[in-house]
């Protein structure tokens, strides 16, 4: 008779996907094996079951939209982000007027860039072109991919102690020989505007507990559909995606706005089956066209949050971004719908400058 660690593991093994021989898995797996017998309690620590994400739909494919299952003449709405998320940023810009005028002092962003990636480059110009534009002071430190662990947390450590500095974001990915836990648990948690402290976290998920920020990416999406009247309390919500930045605290925050929500992950069987029985869904994988007209419930509202550049030589800088969501197909089945780009992106900062507002005016108690 096998044991209930060799009956786990072959349960694990069959759950499975065929595709998925990633050895990062198998290394998880085997380390489970090796260290199952010294645990006190019968159940894995949750740490060993995190196995990466890797979605069989290849990244690097991009699949045609198809008009196949997609006999529904309607034409969804668009959630314009972009429209609302300038609407936002122009009232946080006369909160900081009025603060300025009133006690003299503005709110203040740091962002540390570590590396040179092109992408990361660009966020942080946006975030730093958007804080001048609200009147927020922000202050960048650059630090080259080759840099010490300990050059980034002194960089850390002196916005932490800078009391002109109220929100300090870390642009990630952070190059791979760092340990990104480790240098994001050192963001003070009153300055952490970008929401990802265990704590804020923590505070998130418990019921009549208040985090001191929400993440910006999953806020930004709440806004959106506050904003569109789209109801969520009662409500079947999917998010596709699990990641601690967008897709966990997504499903956390929209099941404090009482909906009933479910995750669709890389190892979930029959994901457009969960999927089309969703009324909300918001996805944030990555994956180009992954969700197709077929995986939606007709009249459903869908925020994609999901970028992804396709060649094109027909656009100007020679490619264009699409989203997780197959929008030419998904527009004649759904009743809403966010465009990639001009939806969720504009919102991710807007909700940062939220947040640097929000922080300031409690560190100087202004109201």
């Not at 990062?24 to 159940?43: F, H, P, V």
């Not at 800078?162 to 948690?189: A, D, M, T, W, Y």
């Not at 009482?258 to 969703?278: D, G």
């Not at 719908?337 to 001009?342: A, N, S």
Request: hydrophobic fraction near 40%; aromatic fraction near 4%; include cysteine.
């Amino acid at each position: 008779m096998k044991s209930m660690m060799q009956r786990m593991v072959v349960v694990w093994q069959k759950g499975l996907n065929n595709n998925m021989t990633c050895r990062s898995q198998s290394r998880a797996l085997n380390t489970l094996k090796d260290n199952y017998s010294c645990q006190i309690l019968k159940s894995p620590p949750l740490a060993s079951l995190d196995l990466p994400d890797v979605w069989t739909h290849s990244s690097t494919h991009y699949d045609p939209p198809s008009t196949q299952n997609c006999t529904n003449e309607q034409t969804a709405a668009v959630i314009d982000g972009k429209s609302i998320a300038e609407e936002i940023r122009l009232r946080i810009a006369s909160e900081v007027s009025r603060m300025k005028k009133s006690i003299g002092q503005v709110p203040g962003l740091a962002v540390i860039l570590v590396g040179q990636r092109k992408d990361s480059q660009t966020y942080v110009r946006n975030k730093i072109k958007a804080c001048e534009e609200a009147g927020i002071k922000s202050v960048m430190t650059e630090l080259p991919d080759d840099c010490t662990e300990d050059e980034v947390l002194c960089a850390l450590s002196s916005f932490n102690e800078n009391p002109s500095v109220h929100g300090i974001l870390v642009q990630l990915p952070l190059p791979q020989h760092f340990n990104e836990e480790k240098i994001l648990n050192v963001v003070s948690l009153e300055k952490d505007v970008d929401g990802f402290h265990p704590l804020n976290m923590g505070n998130l998920a418990m019921r009549g507990r208040e985090p001191l920020f929400i993440p910006c990416t999953p806020k930004g999406c709440i806004e959106l559909l506050f904003r569109s009247g789209i109801e969520i309390m009662g409500k079947k919500a999917v998010v596709i995606g699990r990641s601690n930045i967008v897709g966990l605290p997504t499903s956390l925050l929209l099941q404090r706005h009482h909906a009933t929500v479910s995750i669709v992950h890389a190892f979930t069987k029959n994901p457009e089956q969960i999927t089309c029985e969703a009324d909300i869904v918001v996805t944030a994988v990555g994956v180009p066209n992954l969700v197709r007209g077929s995986w939606l419930k007709p009249g459903a509202v869908v925020i994609d949050v999901g970028t992804y550049p396709v060649e094109d030589p027909s656009c100007e800088h020679g490619y264009r971004l699409i989203g997780d969501v197959c929008y030419e197909e998904a527009i004649r089945v759904v009743s809403a719908i966010t465009p990639v780009p001009g939806g969720v992106g504009p919102m991710t900062i807007a909700m940062l400058l939220f947040n640097t507002l929000h922080s300031a005016k409690r560190a100087y108690d202004f109201t």
